[in-house]
């Protein structure tokens, strides 16, 4: 298993979820991935930490052949990583240019070379699964638009790798998460808890989203219980937004 991003917040999550299901994890993030690895191992999974920086094409194929060289291959891919809390936030018109570039290129051009990166191998294997972490954003258009067109994109290429794994058995999927309390949101949320009570009191499930909420259907889409299942989105939000 590999997955972006997964030094901390929801990736680490994933990490750890799929350690308790006793997968390989291969860790890669651009900042330090020590505490998640460890937090692997200590399940009594195997893990490795990969520095990369998923927006240079290089780096992402050392992640997959780094993957290949510890495991044997990529069974799957997680493509977590993305630029959030750390993006400038402003209106459409007063949006810096390069703010726009850099969100494309973690959050799309990143997706995008990770997958190029892995699917000569998923290919070589006769299949495996992608799972790209796209957002809640996508449907409801609150937030900032480099963030939400980025992740706009990402489900168009889940939808194209989708059609052209087929023939291959490399499914791909996107998951849209809510807004879910991670240091991350909470960082961005700050002392105005209004955004996150305005989301419970529209929320059926009435209660904040928690990263934990989230790895369930990630471990659902790595695994051949959805071996039928490609080219989806699923909404996790606790019935926030219905589709």
């Avoid at 070379?113 to 796209?134: D, E, Y």
């Avoid at 991350?184 to 105005?192: E, F, H, L, P, R």
């Avoid at 209004?194 to 790895?215: F, H, S």
Wanted: a negative charge; charged letters at 15%.
């Amino acid at each position: 298993m590999v997955v972006t991003g997964g030094g901390r917040n929801l990736g680490r999550e994933y990490c750890l979820a799929f350690g308790r299901a006793g997968a390989r994890v291969v860790v890669a993030d651009i900042r330090d991935t020590d505490e998640t690895v460890a937090g692997v191992r200590a399940l009594g999974a195997p893990a490795i930490g990969v520095h990369t920086d998923v927006s240079d094409e290089t780096s992402a194929a050392e992640l997959v052949a780094a993957a290949v060289a510890e495991f044997g291959g990529v069974d799957v891919l997680v493509n977590n990583a993305a630029l959030y809390g750390d993006l400038l936030r402003a209106p459409l018109a007063e949006l810096p240019r390069d703010a726009f570039d850099q969100a494309m290129a973690v959050n799309v051009t990143g997706t995008f070379l990770c997958m190029k990166a892995a699917w000569p191998v998923l290919r070589r294997q006769g299949g495996g699964s992608i799972i790209n972490i796209s957002s809640g954003t996508f449907w409801t258009g609150m937030g900032s638009a480099h963030y939400i067109a980025s992740k706009a994109a990402v489900i168009g290429l889940t939808r194209a790798a989708a059609r052209e794994g087929g023939p291959l058995n490399i499914r791909c999927n996107a998951v849209t998460p809510g807004f879910t309390m991670s240091q991350a949101s909470i960082d961005v949320m700050g002392a105005n808890t209004q955004l996150a009570d305005g989301i419970v009191a529209a929320t059926p499930l009435g209660r904040r989203q928690q990263p934990a909420d989230l790895v369930g259907t990630v471990l659902f889409l790595a695994s051949d219980a959805s071996a039928f299942i490609t080219g989806q989105t699923l909404n996790v939000d606790g019935g926030w937004h219905m589709h």
